[in-house]
Nanobody, 128 residues
């Protein structure tokens, strides 16, 4: 069982930056692939970014490519999402997710159903 706690959300002006953090419980964090998803009001949850358990492979949604960066620190059991050049359309609740049982160290899941554990979410609001 893994518990995920996101932090770092808030209100920022367009063009600004935020860094989200997701702290995971447990001693096997390095065996999990990690992902970030978001859900805007009235919309379905969508993929944002994912990172393999090794950290060697990252995948991004086209809408955030070049602006967002996902990283992980296995010593701190934490995954980060650095968000730069934020736009109003980035406004959403951002969720951290973990996928266990990853024998492939370089696989970064992009579909929500591939993930086993979810955080409670953190609100990001970008004003124009």
């Amino acid at each position: 069982q893994v518990q995920l706690v996101e932090s770092g959300g808030g209100l920022v002006q367009a063009g600004g930056s935020l860094r989200l953090s997701c702290a995971a419980s447990g001693r096997t964090f390095s065996s999990y692939a990690m992902g970030w998803f978001r859900q805007a009001p009235g919309k379905e949850r969508e993929f944002v970014a994912a990172i393999s358990r090794s950290g060697g492979n990252t995948v991004y949604a086209d809408s955030v490519k070049g602006r967002f960066t996902i990283t992980r620190d296995n010593a701190k059991n934490t995954v980060y999402l650095q968000m730069n050049s934020l736009k109003p359309e980035d406004t959403a609740v951002y969720y951290c997710a973990a996928r266990g049982r990853m024998s492939n160290t370089n696989y970064a899941p992009v579909r929500s159903y591939e993930y086993d554990y979810w955080g409670q979410g953190t609100q990001v609001t970008v004003s124009s």
